[in-house]
């Protein structure tokens, strides 16, 4: 009875071991959750050290954020609150947003969003990279809605609108 004890507490042990290397609670098949504040905060800080390089949509946000440590805090807030539903955002992205509608193109929310999909991919297992990304461009499609309407720049987002949101939405139909 003891070796069989003994035995069970080792195998235990060794799937302990491996399925916490892999991201997996010890002695359960459920997949650990690697959505946590901490997680969070190391995906915004890595992102936004992206954007802010970016050819495209660097020189937007680096004109647009003054202090990059308080910004980079609030936006780990509003990632908490949409992913942990934590509450701790408090804010209104729309207005933040709409303030530079006029800056705003089609074609830097594609680049947003590729990036956030890049970055969420190097630091989330699949299911959470994925979930991640459908939140953002559930988001993309919130905010170009406002900025078009916000803006009156019915034209010219329209025109690119088709490239961007019709991609992610067939992107979330497919995932189901």
Do not use: C
Request: a neutral charge.
């Amino acid at each position: 009875m003891y070796i069989k004890y003994i035995n069970k507490l080792v195998i235990r042990m060794s799937i302990r071991r491996s399925t916490t290397e892999v991201g997996m609670h010890p002695f359960t098949d459920v997949a650990a959750p690697s959505v946590t504040e901490t997680a969070l905060a190391d995906l915004v800080q890595s992102f936004y050290a992206k954007v802010r390089r970016d050819e495209l949509i660097g020189s937007l946000f680096n004109s647009a954020i003054d202090d990059w440590p308080t910004h980079l805090e609030k936006l780990t807030r509003f990632w908490s609150s949409i992913m942990l539903t934590s509450g701790s955002y408090k804010g209104n992205p729309m207005a933040a947003h709409t303030k530079h509608a006029a800056d705003i193109t089609p074609d830097m929310f594609s680049r947003w969003l590729a990036l956030w999909a890049e970055t969420t991919a190097e630091v989330f297992a699949p299911e959470d990279a994925e979930r991640l990304q459908g939140k953002a461009r559930h988001i993309a499609r919130s905010l170009m809605m406002a900025l078009e309407f916000h803006a009156g720049q019915s034209s010219r987002l329209s025109a690119g609108q088709g490239t961007v949101i019709d991609a992610y939405q067939g992107e979330d139909r497919a995932r189901g």
